[in-house]
């Protein structure tokens, strides 16, 4: 695969994380636990250095 098995999963969890964003209007913080992070910072930390944006903005472009 090309990457250990700790970013599989994390990257794994940032597409749950972005599907989530995109569908229900749950709050981020909801988001955040129901994918496995911490806190809201983390997952704010961890979606910006995958897909460049915050997960408000991302929420706000991809809102169906």
């Avoid at 704010?44 to 944006?53: N, V």
């Amino acid at each position: 695969m090309g990457r250990s098995v700790h970013q599989y999963l994390l990257r794994r969890r940032l597409e749950w994380a972005a599907a989530l964003l995109g569908g229900a209007e749950q709050p981020i913080v909801e988001v955040a636990l129901a994918t496995g992070f911490c806190s809201q910072s983390h997952l704010t930390t961890t979606f910006q250095r995958l897909y460049g944006t915050t997960p408000a903005a991302y929420r706000r472009e991809h809102r169906r």
